[in-house]
């Protein structure tokens, strides 16, 4: 599988994803900057690893910088909360409009995938 395209709306202005709400036969993962380096423990990098573990292709988008802790971040997430209805990371919203939030909830989505 290639590697999944990668999009930051960090270079967007607050609700603007133009680029997003076009239509996608591939789910959209929306994670924060950890992306991949994170630690084997972040719930980012679990879900990345899972989808490609699967063969699953997913475009990728680096939602959010700074620390999930909402006073210690850096910019704003309103972008995020206007494509998935949320302000949580990973997002995974599907090719029908579906967002599964919580990375639980994700891995589950991918070990169901045949």
Known sequence: MSSPKVLSMSS???GSLS????PT??????????DDGGPK??????VQEALRAKDIAYEKVIAAHGSPI????????VALRDATGDDKLPALK?????????SKAILAWVERQP
């Not at 909402?70 to 997430?77: A, C, D, I, T, V």
């Open 41 to 46: 423990i972040h719930p980012c990098r679990r």
């Open 70 to 77: 909402p006073f210690l971040r850096r910019g704003s997430r």
């Open 19 to 22: 680029r997003m709400e076009q």
């Open 94 to 102: 599907l090719p029908d409009g579906t967002v599964i939030t919580q």
């Open 25 to 34: 036969d591939t789910p959209t993962l929306y994670v924060c900057h950890g």
């Open 12 to 14: 967007r202005s607050p």
